[in-house]
C-alpha cells in the first residue's frame, strides 16, 4: 500500500492554443496540510478541477488510496471522498444549509425526503464544529466565510479524505482565518489530507507541513515547508529573486486634486474628511468591515451619499452616478471582480476597452484592431497570462482576471485612482508588478488611493495613511510614522 492517500502522476492538460500542464505530478500523504503554489496561471486550479472530474486529463493518471480514480464529476469524486471548497464560491442562494449539506444524498424515510432527520443532523454536526449558524439558515443570508464553512462541514459529513481548498482565505476577516485554520487542524487531527492554495505566504508556513510548487504548468519541486524559506519559495515559483517586495515610489508631491468633507453614507460611512494630493499614494487601512469600501463606493456614486462634499481641483463636483465619477476621472477599482469588475463571457479586449469605450472609438465603431493593439499594450504591461487578447475573460485564471480589471480602467486614464484590495488573490510577481504600475502613476502627477487589509502592503506604498473604524477615520499616519501597531490600535478604536 501506497504511503500516499492521493497520487496525481504525469498530469497533462490542454486548452485550445495553450499547455496548461504539462507533466504535472502531486502526492499527498493522509493527515497533512499539502500548500499547492504557484503564480497566477501557473495551473492550480486546473489540476485540482481534473481531480474532481470537473476537467479531464490529457495524459497522466489519478490514485486514490492505491487505486485508480477516474471520477467524471464532482458528485463522483465526492462519494469517493474528495471535496473540494472552490476559489469562485457558488453557493446555492436560494438553498438552507441543511440543503446545501445533503445535496444530492438527501436522507430519506422511505420514499420521502427527511427534512426533519437531515435538520437534526445538520444541527449537530455544526454543534460539534464549534460552528454557530442555524441549520434552517438561508445560504444568501451568510457571510462568505460562513459559506466557506458549511462547505468544510460538507466535506466532513461526507468523510472525505482528501480536502481542496482553493484560496479560502481571500476574501475572510482574520478572525474567520482562525476559526478556518481551527477546522483544518482539525480535520487534519483525523487523518484528512488538505490541498491548500493561497497567495498569502504566511498563511502557508503557518498551516501547510508540504509544498509542491508549479511554473508555467511544469511540476517544479515538493518538499517540507520546514525545509523552505520564504525566498527559497518565491524564487521556486517565479524562477528569479525578489529582493524589493514593496518598491515604493518617490514621486514629487504637489497640489491638492481631490478634496472629500464631512462625507456620510448611512451608519457606514460617518463624517469622513480627507485631502489628497496629486503624486499621493493614499491608503486606507481597517479591518474587514470598517466602511472602507463603501467610503470609496460613496465617493465614486455607486451609493449615494447622505451627506458630504466633494472637491476636485477646488471646485465642488456633483457626483450622483458612476458616470460622472468616470467624467471627473475618478477609477474605482472594486474589490469584487466578479460582480463589479468583469464581464466573464466578454473578450479581454472587450473588458479592456468598455470604461473608455467613447474616448477610444468616438464614431462609436469599435474597430476590433484598434481595440486589440491597446489590448495587448496592457497584457504586455501588466504581465497578463493568456494566449491572445480574443480569449474570454472567464477562461483566464483569477489573478489574470483581476489584472484585465485593471487594465481596464487605466486605459481610461484616470487621475484619481481607487483601488480595493488591489492584491487579493495576485501572486508575488504580480503584486510587485501592481506596486510598480501605482508608482508609475504617481511619478505622472496622479493621485492614488489603496484600500487593503494587509498592513504590511499598505505601509509599503502608501505616503499617508487613513485608518477607518466603525465608518469613521480613527487616525492618521504619516510615512515616517507607520507602525503596525499603531494602526492596529486606531483599527480598533469603537465605540461613542
Ligand atoms: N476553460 C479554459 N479554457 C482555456 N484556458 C483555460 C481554461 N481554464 C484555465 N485556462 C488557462 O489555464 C491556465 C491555468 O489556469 P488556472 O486557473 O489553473 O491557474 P491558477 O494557477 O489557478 O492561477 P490563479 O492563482 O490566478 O488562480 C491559465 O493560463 C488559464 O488562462
Ligand atoms: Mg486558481
Known amino acids: 500500500m501506497s504511503e500516499y492517500v492521493l497520487e496525481m502522476r504525469h498530469i497533462a492538460k490542454s486548452f485550445p492554443g495553450v499547455k496548461v500542464l504539462d507533466d504535472v505530478t502531486l502526492q499527498v500523504k493522509p493527515g497533512e496540510v499539502h500548500a499547492l503554489m504557484g503564480e497566477n496561471g501557473a495551473g492550480k486550479s486546473t489540476l485540482m478541477k481534473i481531480l474532481m472530474g470537473i476537467y479531464t486529463a490529457d495524459a497522466g493518471e489519478v490514485m486514490l488510496n492505491g487505486e485508480h480514480l477516474l471520477a467524471r464529476g464532482p458528485r463522483e469524486a465526492m462519494d469517493k471522498g474528495i471535496a473540494m471548497i472552490h476559489q469562485e464560491l457558488n453557493p446555492i442562494m436560494d438553498m438552507q444549509v441543511y440543503e446545501n449539506i445533503y445535496i444530492g444524498r438527501e436522507l430519506r424515510k422511505g420514499i420521502l425526503v427527511d427534512r426533519k432527520a437531515m435538520i437534526q443532523e445538520t444541527e449537530d454536526l455544526l454543534r460539534e464544529l464549534g460552528i454557530n449558524i442555524p441549520a434552517v439558515a438561508y445560504m444568501r443570508d451568510l457571510s462568505v466565510a460562513q459559506c466557506q464553512l458549511i462547505e468544510i462541514v460538507k466535506a466532513i459529513s461526507i468523510s472525505a479524505k482528501v480536502v481542496v ?8 476577516t482574520e478572525r474567520e482565518v482562525e476559526t478556518l485554520f481551527a477546522q483544518i487542524r482539525r480535520l487534519k487531527s483525523e487523518g484528512v489530507a488538505i490541498i491548500y492554495i493561497s497567495h498569502k505566504m504566511d498563511e502557508i508556513f503557518q498551516i501547510c507541513d508540504t509544498i509542491t510548487v508549479l ?8 518538499d517540507a515547508a520546514a525545509n523552505m524559506t520564504n525566498e527559497q519559495l ?24 481631490l478634496e472629500v468633507k464631512n462625507l456620510s453614507y448611512g451608519r457606514q460611512v460617518k463624517n469622513v474628511s480627507f485631502s489628497l494630493r496629486r503624486g499621493e499614494v493614499l491608503g486606507i487601512a481597517g479591518l474587514v468591515g470598517a466602511g472602507r469600501s463603501e467610503l470609496a463606493e460613496t465617493i465614486f456614486a455607486m451609493r449615494q451619499k447622505s451627506a458630504g462634499e466633494i472637491l476636485i481641483g477646488g471646485k465642488p463636483v456633483e457626483i450622483r452616478h458612476p458616470k ?17 469588475g468583469l464581464n466573464l463571457s466578454g473578450t479581454v479586449a472587450e473588458n479592456t476597452t468598455l470604461v473608455d469605450l467613447s474616448r477610444q472609438f468616438p464614431k462609436g465603431l469599435i474597430d476590433r484592431q484598434k481595440e486589440n493593439r491597446i489590448t495587448d499594450e496592457y497584457i504586455q504591461k501588466l504581465s497578463i497570462r493568456t494566449p491572445s487578447a480574443q480569449q474570454l475573460a472567464g ?9 484585465v480589471v485593471l487594465s481596464k480602467w487605466l486605459l481610461s486614464e484616470p487621475e484619481i485612482i481607487i483601488l480595493d484590495e488591489p492584491t487579493r488573490g495576485i501572486d508575488v510577481g504580480a503584486k510587485r508588478d501592481i506596486y510598480l504600475l501605482i508608482g508609475g ?14 498592513i504590511p502592503e499598505v505601509m509599503g506604498l502608501s505616503d499617508r495613511i487613513l485608518v477607518m473604524a466603525e465608518g469613521r477615520v480613527t487616525g492618521e499616519l504619516l510615512r515616517p510614522d507607520f507602525s503596525q501597531e499603531q494602526i492596529m490600535t486606531y483599527a480598533a478604536q469603537f465605540g461613542e
Open 234 to 257: 518565491i524564487r521556486m515559483m517565479v524562477g528569479r529573486d525578489i529582493t524589493e517586495v514593496f518598491p515604493k515610489a518617490e514621486a514629487e508631491i504637489g497640489d491638492v486634486l
Open 441 to 454: 502613476l504617481v511619478r505622472q502627477g496622479k493621485a492614488v488611493i489603496v484600500i487593503s487589509s494587509e
Open 215 to 222: 511554473r508555467d504548468g511544469h511540476f517544479i519541486g515538493t
Open 395 to 403: 477562461r483566464l485564471s483569477g489573478g489574470n482576471q483581476q489584472k
Open 324 to 340: 460622472d465619477a468616470i467624467q471627473n476621472r475618478i477609477a474605482l477599482i472594486t474589490e469584487d471582480r466578479k460582480i463589479t
Open 165 to 172: 481548498m482553493d484560496e479560502p482565505t481571500s476574501a475572510i
